[in-house]
């Protein structure tokens, strides 16, 4: 069975710092994983995903994650916050024995300082 | 269009009436999933929808929700006898293929007064 654990339930930093959103999970077979974004009052939108390519995964918004298998994290990283990128960020895992059901965090809110 | 759509935008009702979302997925996606998000917590999956297979119900939280999809294309999640706890935002996600990308709609805010 798969889980996803988000460490940090908010996350302020200032605007032109670095963002760092932490994630765990566990999954008995290989996972597919994803970070999606929600802004206020909008949909989901998927930030980036990991399936077994690259380890280090490049998304939109200057954000990227690394894949590490062995310390079971999949951390969403960006070198310089802005202001747009407040928002609720979901780490997901996927995997063939949960039916490729989307397995969910319960997100991290990233709050932006001016 | 382009995207998953859902309707309604926003549900008001009172407690013990029965509800009806929609959801129309991206045309020629033969999975659909309806998700869950109450506030202040993650998405919690309902129920998925794959071809014309029977659908995996394992996520529903009880006998008063329920789902179908006709004609493998639109789909509708009723609510019956709706509760204060089932105030939640309800998201619809479709994928070309059962392990594929899901998109998302913008799902349906419903509030149970």
């Known amino acids: 069975a798969q889980s996803v654990t988000q460490l940090d339930s908010h996350v302020s930093v200032s605007e032109g710092t670095p963002v760092l959103l932490r994630c765990n999970y566990s999954s008995s077979y290989s996972p597919s994983l994803f970070w999606y974004v929600q802004h206020p009052n909008k949909g989901l939108q998927l930030l980036l995903k990991?399936?077994?390519?690259a380890t280090l995964v490049k998304g939109i918004n200057g954000f990227e994650a690394e894949f590490k298998k062995s310390e079971t994290s999949f951390h969403l990283t960006k070198p310089s916050a802005h202001m747009s990128d407040a928002a609720e960020y979901f780490c997901?895992?996927?995997?063939?024995?949960?039916?490729?059901?989307?397995?969910w965090g319960a997100g991290t809110k990233l709050i932006i300082k001016p | 269009g382009a995207g998953v759509s859902q309707s309604p935008s926003n549900k008001v009702t009172e407690k013990g009436k029965d509800v009806e979302l929609r959801c129309d997925p991206i045309?020629?996606?033969?999975?659909l999933y309806w998700y869950r998000q109450s506030l202040g917590q993650g998405l919690e999956f309902l129920i998925y929808?794959?071809?014309?297979?029977?659908?995996?119900k394992s996520g529903l939280p009880s006998d008063r929700f329920s789902a179908e999809r006709t004609g493998g294309s639109v789909s509708t999640l009723t609510i019956q006898r709706t509760q204060q706890e089932d105030s939640a935002v309800y998201l619809c996600a479709s994928s070309l293929e059962r392990e594929g990308l899901q998109f998302f709609g913008p799902g349906t805010r419903l509030t149970v007064l």
């Open positions: 045309s020629g996606h033969t999975a």
């Open positions: 990991y399936t077994s390519a």
């Open positions: 997901v895992v996927s995997a063939v024995d949960s039916n490729y059901q989307l397995i």
């Open positions: 929808f794959q071809g014309n297979s029977a659908p995996d």
